[in-house]
């Protein structure tokens, strides 16, 4: 598959321990200036329009980005080298929801003139488009430098004049993208940006990069500090090390310089075969009684929807002179079975179920609670997929928990219950509140024989009501 001993050579002194790779690897990299990271004026920013968010309903929630590069970066590397796929800036960066089976069509335009590159050319600049899912996983650039990864479902790439599309290989559940953290600085970023191009050239692996290079020159920044690339590292990333290679939007994180291939192409792999997922849909209302007693099990129902997102990225860029390039995108959703759902309940009592189940997608799953306490509890639910991706919770339903026999809510039993119940079973009388505080006997029947049960526990020295 490689030139193999090409590779041997520039291997050997690497561990080869899995559990020691990345520290290891960390020694091949340079921290970064904390004077990288200016937090005070963010230039790029998610734009989230709550108003397209809809998860309640089947659909892939998720973001679209354009990052316009050029193949043949206008920086170098350390030795002089150019970087390959160099970001020049991010032409959009949009929350997107797209129901499945519809189609979401985009088209930007990205005018180099205002962001200081004026001088792009046709022949030697790219979009590259990625959709990311909207779920947020904890990921990790260093020590105490963590970030929300969302990663990548969907990559294509195309200069002007140029088709692409996202591609479904054997192994691969869609094309991995790896962006890497670099600077013009770095001594350990050359022999990264040699594996990744090399990778790339061979067409082995299903999968686009960008290298973001924080600095434009071979000092110390922030005086060459690259604005554009410098706050998108910082923010979504919280870029510490470089390099560091983030493989579909954190998914998997490689940090430091290598020249052994397989410490990028295994995370390729690993990324590619991992699933896109959906979370489940917002399990229904629960179903289950409105009252009860206290130290009697009650069983509450719901169910929801896990159908998992395919995604079809199209991508077609042109050239519209003035140093502006336009990209039209198309994001085509459609589904795939789905997974397996588990439940965990609230019983409002500060108790919670665990999770249960597994079952089907769209059964009915059954949760029951014992209530100690009387009082009004509410309910509420939520589900999780085979992939934990989670649900928020249900609508609440309310649960009032009574004390049996005390049909008039009064705080005692009495004669006055027995009445109550007479005059609620002959005569259409209030209810017992809560229903089953009217329950004396604990039969789950409200009737004359509670009154009975009642009379005997008052006069009788029969049974307390309680059960
Ligand atoms: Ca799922
Ligand atoms: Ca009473
Ligand atoms: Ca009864």
Same mark, same amino acid.
């Given at each position: 598959?490689?030139?193999?001993?090409?590779?041997? @050579?520039?291997?050997?002194? @690497?561990?080869?321990?899995?559990?020691?790779?990345?520290?290891?690897?960390?020694?091949?990299? %340079?921290?970064?200036?904390?004077?990288?990271?200016?937090?005070?004026?963010?230039?790029?920013?998610?734009?989230?329009?709550?108003?397209?968010?809809?998860?309640?309903?089947? =659909?892939?929630?998720?973001?679209?980005?354009?990052?316009?590069?050029?193949?043949?970066?206008?920086?170098? !590397?350390?030795?002089?080298?150019?970087?390959?796929?160099?970001? @020049?800036?991010?032409?959009? !960066?949009?929350?997107? &929801?797209?129901?499945?089976? #519809?189609?979401?069509?985009? %088209?930007?335009?990205?005018?180099?003139?205002?962001? =200081?590159?004026?001088?792009?050319?046709?022949?030697?600049?790219?979009?590259?488009?990625?959709?990311?899912?909207?779920?947020?996983?904890?990921?990790?650039?260093?020590?105490?430098?963590? &970030?929300?990864?969302?990663?990548? !479902?969907?990559?294509?790439?195309?200069?002007?004049?140029?088709?692409?599309?996202?591609?479904?290989?054997?192994?691969?559940?869609?094309?991995?993208?790896?962006?890497?953290?670099?600077?013009?600085?770095?001594?350990?970023?050359? %022999?990264?940006?040699?594996?990744?191009?090399?990778?790339?050239?061979?067409?082995?692996?299903?999968?686009?990069?960008?290298?973001?290079?924080?600095?434009?020159?071979?000092?110390?920044?922030?005086?060459?500090?690259?604005?554009?690339? *410098?706050?998108?590292?910082?923010?979504?990333?919280?870029?510490?090390?470089?390099?560091?290679?983030?493989?579909?939007?954190?998914?998997?994180?490689?940090?430091?310089?290598?020249?052994?291939?397989?410490?990028?192409?295994?995370?390729?792999?690993?990324?590619?075969?991992?699933?896109?997922?959906?979370?489940?849909? @917002?399990?229904?209302?629960?179903?289950?009684?409105?009252?009860?007693?206290?130290?009697?099990?009650?069983? &509450?129902?719901? /169910?929801?929807?896990?159908?998992?997102?395919?995604?079809?990225?199209?991508?077609?860029?042109?050239?519209?002179?003035?140093?502006?390039?336009?990209?039209?995108?198309?994001?085509?959703? =459609?589904?795939?079975?789905? #997974?397996?759902?588990?439940?965990?309940?609230?019983?409002?009592?500060?108790?919670?179920?665990?999770?249960?189940?597994?079952?089907?997608?769209?059964?009915?799953?059954?949760?029951?609670?014992?209530? /100690?306490? $009387?009082?009004?509890? *509410?309910?509420?639910?939520?589900?999780? #997929?085979?992939?934990?991706?989670?649900?928020?919770?249900?609508?609440?339903?309310?649960?009032?928990? =009574?004390?049996?026999?005390?049909?008039?809510?009064?705080?005692?039993?009495?004669?006055?219950?027995?009445?109550?119940?007479?005059?609620?079973?002959?005569?259409?009388?209030? %209810?017992?509140?809560?229903?089953?505080?009217? +329950?004396?006997?604990? +039969?789950?029947?409200?009737?004359?024989?509670?009154?009975?049960? $009642?009379?005997?526990?008052? &006069?009788?020295?029969?049974?307390?009501?309680?059960?």
């Amino acid at each position: 598959m490689y030139p193999a001993s090409r590779w041997v @050579l520039l291997a050997a002194g @690497l561990l080869v321990l899995a559990g020691a790779m990345l520290a290891s690897q960390i020694e091949n990299a %340079s921290r970064e200036n904390p004077a990288r990271i200016d937090q005070s004026s963010p230039t790029i920013g998610k734009t989230i329009d709550a108003g397209n968010r809809n998860p309640a309903s089947g =659909g892939y929630d998720g973001y679209v980005r354009l990052y316009v590069v050029e193949p043949i970066s206008r920086w170098k !590397d350390l030795t002089n080298r150019p970087f390959h796929y160099g970001f @020049l800036g991010l032409a959009l !960066d949009t929350a997107v &929801f797209v129901q499945y089976l #519809d189609t979401l069509r985009i %088209s930007k335009t990205w005018n180099g003139n205002l962001y =200081g590159f004026g001088n792009i050319t046709e022949g030697n600049i790219e979009v590259e488009a990625v959709v990311a899912n909207a779920e947020g996983h904890l990921g990790t650039s260093g020590p105490g430098a963590v &970030f929300t990864a969302h990663y990548v !479902d969907a990559a294509a790439g195309a200069g002007p004049g140029e088709t692409d599309s996202s591609v479904v290989k054997p192994g691969y559940t869609h094309t991995v993208f790896i962006e890497d953290g670099s600077t013009t600085w770095c001594p350990n970023c050359p %022999s990264i940006n040699t594996v990744l191009h090399n990778l790339h050239q061979s067409g082995l692996y299903n999968f686009h990069y960008i290298e973001v290079i924080t600095d434009t020159c071979i000092n110390q920044p922030p005086v060459c500090r690259n604005m554009y690339a *410098d706050d998108y590292m910082g923010e979504y990333y919280n870029l510490y090390y470089v390099p560091t290679c983030y493989i579909d939007g954190g998914y998997e994180v490689v940090i430091g310089g290598t020249s052994d291939p397989s410490d990028i192409y295994q995370p390729i792999i690993n990324s590619g075969a991992r699933s896109v997922n959906g979370p489940p849909e @917002l399990p229904t209302v629960p179903v289950g009684p409105s009252s009860g007693l206290p130290k009697k099990s009650y069983s &509450f129902t719901t /169910s929801a929807i896990d159908q998992d997102p395919e995604i079809k990225l199209n991508l077609s860029t042109s050239w519209l002179g003035n140093a502006t390039v336009k990209a039209d995108i198309e994001v085509i959703v =459609g589904y795939q079975p789905s #997974d397996q759902i588990r439940y965990m309940w609230d019983w409002g009592d500060g108790q919670t179920s665990g999770w249960l189940g597994p079952f089907s997608s769209g059964a009915v799953a059954a949760g029951s609670h014992t209530w /100690s306490q $009387i009082g009004n509890f *509410d309910i509420k639910v939520k589900a999780k #997929d085979d992939h934990n991706a989670e649900t928020s919770w249900s609508p609440v339903i309310s649960m009032a928990i =009574g004390t049996p026999g005390d049909a008039n809510n009064d705080a005692a039993v009495n004669v006055g219950d027995a009445v109550y119940i007479i005059n609620y079973v002959f005569k259409s009388g209030p %209810s017992p509140q809560p229903q089953a505080s009217g +329950d004396a006997n604990c +039969d789950m029947a409200v009737n004359v024989g509670d009154a009975v049960a $009642i009379i005997n526990y008052v &006069f009788k020295g029969g049974k307390n009501p309680g059960c």
